[in-house]
């Protein structure tokens, strides 16, 4: 059974600082997605990383993919109030279960003045 | 270009009804499913479908049924609900491993409270 863990569950940043959310699963996939929610709103799509060694960046925001330790790592670098919001990491099962997501807990980021 | 469409918003149940969410794509996804979300779970499968005719069951569909006769339709049928059922609900929909485009989109959710 696919398991996804994130860490940390709550994170309080100052604006300007950096910091890292951390996605751990436990089976073998090549196909890990990361998501953004607001409050009272659907998830919008930030990143889908497709093989191992996989780094995305958009914006203050970078997504890496390594699949032989099972972890993926979402980077904020000079957090600014807008980031606020919930995260969360999704692991596909990929072959047969191709699009079954598994999501991690999410992590809930406030970015402070 | 409307994407998932998800119906009804909001909605309030009694322990004992049924009921069906509703889930309209029009981008010609193969791939739909739909999962719920719990405070502090994350999101959890419910169903999954890969086409028409086709369907299978995920982490939590104890409660709940599926059918899909169209490629852009997957309604989600709540049998009899209870009020561990309250949720929210969201559908997605994606293509095929490979295929153009590797985004599962997901609909703007519906919230259901059983009483």
């Known amino acids: 059974e696919l398991k996804v863990e994130q860490n940390p569950l709550f994170l309080s940043m100052q604006e300007g600082k950096n910091y890292t959310i951390y996605c751990n699963y436990s089976?073998?996939?090549?196909?890990l997605y990361w998501y953004r929610q607001d409050p009272g709103k659907s998830l919008e799509s930030l990143f889908v990383l497709l093989s191992n060694g996989a780094v995305k960046q958009e914006g203050r925001l970078m997504a890496s993919l390594d699949t032989k330790a099972r972890l993926s790592t979402l980077h904020i670098t000079a957090a600014v109030h807008d980031l606020s919001a919930t995260y969360f990491c999704a692991v596909d099962g990929g072959g047969t279960s191709y699009g079954k997501l598994t999501f991690g807990q999410g992590t809930i980021l406030t970015v402070h003045p | 270009n409307a994407g998932v469409t998800q119906t009804p918003k909001f909605q309030v149940l009694k322990t004992g009804q049924s009921m069906t969410l509703q889930c309209a794509q029009d981008m010609n996804h193969e791939y739909m499913s739909w999962y719920r979300q719990d405070p502090g779970m994350g999101l959890r499968l419910i169903h999954y479908?890969?086409?028409?005719?086709?369907?299978d069951q995920g982490e939590v569909p104890n409660g709940y049924n599926v059918s899909r006769s169209t490629t852009e339709d997957f309604p989600l049928r709540l049998l009899s609900a209870a009020p561990s059922q309250t949720s929210v609900y969201f559908c997605a929909s994606s293509s095929p491993a490979g295929a153009f485009g590797n985004t599962i989109y997901f609909g703007e959710g519906s919230w259901l409270t059983v009483v």
């Open positions: 479908s890969v086409g028409a005719g086709i369907t």
């Open positions: 089976t073998t996939s090549d196909r």
